[in-house]
């Protein structure tokens, strides 16, 4: 370990932190997380164009490319509906990284992702609940405020 953290400039153990990983309403979200995903090494400064990352899946969705290597890669049914070809498909993905990803849907990704909350609408939410019978999302923090408790603290 003392070697690897030497060589590559870290500290601490190579899998410290906790795993984090949250239910995600696929058709409202998935090609949001899969930009945030291929955006990661960008907005961290280790590459310049996310397709330079080397274990992204990026080469393979927006440029067709990563051949044999990339079989472990199966598409989802998402990323399936951007196009009727391979091609087509291509563009539109490549389409996808055209503009930022809205500061709103960065802040939710990370607050679910961190907590573990389901990612998605509210039906999505209330649906996740029901099946792991536990909740979801955050139902707010701290108590009720006081001008929300009338007179007699009901």
Known sequence: MQYFNYTYK????LW???????VV????????????????????????????????SYRRNALGEGGANADWLTPHEEYMRLGLDDLARQEA???????AIDQGDLAEIRDCTHK?????SKRFRDAIEALGQRR?????????????INVNGV
């Open 10 to 13: 870290r500290s601490g153990t």
């Open 16 to 22: 410290e932190g906790r795993y984090r990983a949250t």
């Open 25 to 56: 309403d696929s058709e409202r979200y998935l090609l949001t997380l899969m930009r945030y995903i291929e955006l990661n090494p960008l907005r961290a400064g280790m590459v310049a164009a996310p397709q330079d990352y080397p274990w992204s």
């Open 93 to 99: 993905y490549r389409a996808l990284f055209v503009s």
């Open 116 to 120: 573990g909350w389901a990612l998605g």
């Open 136 to 148: 979801a999302a955050s139902k707010g923090v701290g108590r009720p405020r006081k001008r929300d």
